[in-house]
């Protein structure tokens, strides 16, 4: 399992640790994932995703999944996330 955050792209960044001394050390700053089940109105049901925190907020600020995914580049969704994506997006011209 990557450590990617499936709707944002979000990913390890490298970086230093510093001692007092000044002395540099490579290390890596990993996202805040965690796995949670968010609900599709439009859907119907809930949605296993491996996101990060902020993401989370995002989607939070949003109003949802459906409005957060319609909103989101392609590029940056996972092949899961693409998948709901197109999935939310039949069931609402469905709906119209």
Not at 25 to 54: C, H, M, Y
């Amino acid at each position: 399992m990557s450590r990617r955050c499936e709707l944002t792209g979000k990913g390890p960044m490298t970086g230093n640790n510093v001692s007092h001394a000044n002395n540099k050390t490579k290390r890596r700053f990993l996202p805040n994932l965690n796995d949670v089940t968010l609900q599709s109105e439009v859907l119907g049901r809930g949605i296993k995703l491996r996101i990060s925190a902020a993401a989370l907020r995002s989607v939070d600020h949003r109003g949802g999944l459906d409005a957060f995914l319609a909103k989101a580049k392609d590029e940056e969704l996972s092949a899961t996330a693409l998948k709901v994506k197109k999935e939310i997006a039949k069931a609402q011209a469905a709906q119209a």
